[in-house]
């Protein structure tokens, strides 16, 4: 998309883009490690020794809570820097806009 001044907005900020996608990648990578903790503790709970149940439980559950808030935690802040991102185009096209109206 061009803004009024003629630059591609899609082109500005290379580096933050590519640092949002590393962030919804890790977050994915997050949700998948959380996933593969709660089954371990599952199969621990099944286990025969004493308190394996107690402890798969604990190891499910926190597997859980902390690969879902670490997943949405990374989403928001891949989401963030694409709101920022917009922001300044969004920004610099009112700018052109009211310059150009400004001259006329």
Do not use: H, W
């Amino acid at each position: 998309m061009l803004d009024a001044s003629g630059y591609t907005t899609e082109n500005r900020y290379p580096a933050l883009r590519i640092i949002s996608v590393i962030f919804k990648v890790l977050a994915v990578l997050a949700a998948v490690v959380g996933l593969i903790g709660a089954l371990v503790g599952l199969v621990q709970m099944t286990g025969n020794a004493y308190g394996a149940a107690a402890a798969g439980g604990l190891i499910a559950l926190v597997s859980l809570v902390y690969g879902g808030l670490l997943c949405i935690y990374m989403f928001a802040v891949s989401e963030a820097i694409r709101v920022f991102i917009d922001i300044e185009g969004n920004t610099r096209l009112t700018n052109d806009l009211l310059r150009k109206l400004l001259e006329k």
